[in-house]
């Protein structure tokens, strides 16, 4: 028997309902996972709550790791048994689920699902930031707005362990975190922000990446440095209002991407891999999952709302 976590009208965590719900069979280049561990990300609630107007009804999450049950026709990559994760797949709160084999990545025997779960999405995310949208020279210094977000959380680890001096921004109650992830740590809010980022970058920080947006950006504008470069990655505040004439006045690169553009089929499996590489070094700490049972969706949702969850979220099955 098989559940589903589903949504038939947008709104708050109360919308999704868990559900009797069979996959169908895998269909040509398709291939049937049953699930063991679930990633809760922060898109999902913007899925839910229809700031991504997907279709109506609509099955929660878009990440998920498991083990191969059945393959369609055609697939060559993966057979029954291989241990398979992927990312941004719509309709991962699901005990099973098909789908198109071009998303799935193979797990090494050292990285559990659980993991997989947690990392892929995420750091499939900060590998797009740092290899295609704005990548750091040697000596840079870098501003990552939001940091103890979980893609930021990733993307300021990775960074450092390349060498780049990071200056991060975060929540007051996530400071323990932000100080092991950053060189140097302000909470949201800090009085004179622009002053204390501009003793560590004289003449502005080299990148800016931007993952809140309207709270936030007022401050990206004032340290980021003429000739600069701002990655807008994600906007957990709502969208800034942006002067693309002045920024090109001041010479100042801006660039927009979603992790789709970058992380194709062609170097899923390599990125991938760079990914599990950097977890089993320990560039991204040790933080475990907090787990929560596929039919408590609502809950982990009302988590990451009201901010009560500190690290990575799973769901299981």
Not at 8 to 27: D, F, I, K, M, T
Not at 120 to 127: E, V
Request: hydrophobic content about 45%; cysteine-free.
């Amino acid at each position: 028997m098989s559940y589903v976590v589903k949504y038939s009208q947008w709104g708050g965590p109360s919308v999704l309902r868990v559900e009797q719900e069979n996959a169908h069979a895998p269909g040509a280049g398709e291939v049937l996972i049953r699930q063991e561990a679930i990633g809760v990300n922060f898109v999902d609630t913007m899925f839910r709550d229809g700031t991504f107007k997907a279709g109506l009804p609509g099955v929660a999450g878009v990440e998920g790791a498991g083990m191969v049950d059945a393959v369609g026709s055609g697939v060559t990559r993966f057979a029954p048994g291989d241990r398979v994760a992927y990312f941004f797949a719509p309709g991962s709160y699901a005990t099973e689920r098909v789908v198109s084999e071009d998303v799935l990545v193979k797990l090494p025997d050292n990285v559990q699902a659980e993991t997989a779960a947690t990392i892929l999405t995420k750091g499939l995310t900060a590998w797009m930031a740092i290899s295609a949208m704005a990548k750091p020279d040697d000596g840079d210094r870098v501003l990552v707005q939001g940091a103890t977000g979980g893609v930021g959380n990733l993307l300021s680890r990775w960074l450092r362990k390349r060498g780049i001096t990071v200056i991060g921004t975060g929540s007051h109650r996530k400071q323990a975190g932000l100080e092991k992830a950053v060189d140097h740590a302000f909470a949201y809010g800090t009085v004179a922000l622009d002053e204390h980022i501009r003793t560590i970058a004289l003449y502005g920080v080299d990148i800016v990446y931007e993952l809140v947006g309207a709270a936030t950006f007022a401050t990206t504008l004032g340290v980021i440095r003429d000739g600069g470069t701002i990655a807008v990655i994600g906007a957990a505040s709502g969208g800034a209002a942006i002067d693309e004439g002045s920024l090109h006045r001041r010479g100042i690169r801006l660039v927009r991407a979603s992790t789709g553009q970058h992380v194709t089929k062609d170097n899923l499996q390599a990125a991938a891999d760079e990914v599990f590489d950097a977890w089993r070094n320990g560039v991204f700490g040790t933080a475990s999952a907090r787990k929560y049972p596929l039919w408590e969706a609502q809950r982990a949702h009302a988590d990451i709302l009201e901010r009560r969850s500190n690290g990575p979220m799973v769901l299981v099955p």
